[in-house]
Antibody, heavy 124, light 108 residues
């Protein structure tokens, strides 16, 4: 059974750095084809992809947020950490982590399991 | 970066009716790289369709996906009460993933 759970502060101040942890079970990030991604959703708005880390420790970032994001993994702990620097009120959103798998037949990545999300509010 | 535009923004239908949702890409997308997700209020998204037309595990066959190039469609053949939700398309290309802005399917 695959599960993911996001953890981190519910409230951060402007200019601070946000650190979120995704703790997962039911799969291993050392297995070929496995990835973990972060996606956020401001209240009432659409989903926005942020970052992805794959089994080979390759990292991918949203173009618009690349300079502020860092994604890393600790395979032994089954955790993926996302840091976002210089937080602003517009970064207020629910942050989701999701398992993504690379389909070797189709060649695409699909986000098949998601955590329940954690709401992060940026306010002084 | 590829932009996905979904239409309509809101679709008002009755249970039992057919829903047709559109996702248009700003440039050609490989069908293998196109997915659809369903999101209900207060819940995480759920993978419905991958590879443009393959149903994910456990997804009922009233959901179907089609399309190629820049135009993709999600069809719900007969709406059930639990299908009223927001639907997002997503694409992967050049090491980036993008989502559309969503289509809300609401009860008429």
């Amino acid at each position: 059974q695959v599960t993911l759970r996001e953890s981190g502060p519910a409230l951060v101040k402007p200019t601070q750095t946000l650190t979120l942890t995704c703790t997962f079970s039911g799969f291993s990030l050392s297995t070929s084809g496995m990835c973990v991604s972060w996606v956020r959703q401001p209240p009432g708005k659409a989903l926005e992809w942020l970052a992805l880390i794959d089994w080979d420790d390759d990292k991918y970032y949203s173009t618009s947020l690349k300079t502020r994001l860092t994604i890393s993994k600790d395979t032994s702990k089954n955790q993926v950490v996302l840091t976002m620097t210089n937080m602003d009120p517009v970064d207020t959103a629910t942050y989701y982590c999701a398992r993504a798998y690379f389909d070797w037949l189709l060649g695409g990545y699909y986000f098949d399991y998601w955590g329940q999300g954690t709401l992060v509010t940026v306010s002084s | 970066e590829i932009v996905l535009t979904q239409s309509p923004g809101t679709l008002s239908l009755s249970p039992g009716e057919r829903a047709t949702l559109s996702c248009r890409a700003s440039q050609s997308v490989s069908s293998s790289y196109l997915a659809w997700y369903q999101q209900k209020p207060g819940q995480a998204p759920r993978l419905l369709i991958y590879g443009a037309s393959s149903r994910a595990t456990g997804i009922p066959d009233r959901f179907s996906g089609s399309g190629s190039g820049t135009d993709f469609t999600l069809t719900i053949s007969r709406l059930e009460p639990e299908d009223f939700a927001v639907y997002y398309c997503q694409q992967y290309g050049s090491s980036f993933w993008t989502f559309g802005q969503g289509t809300k399917v609401e009860i008429k």
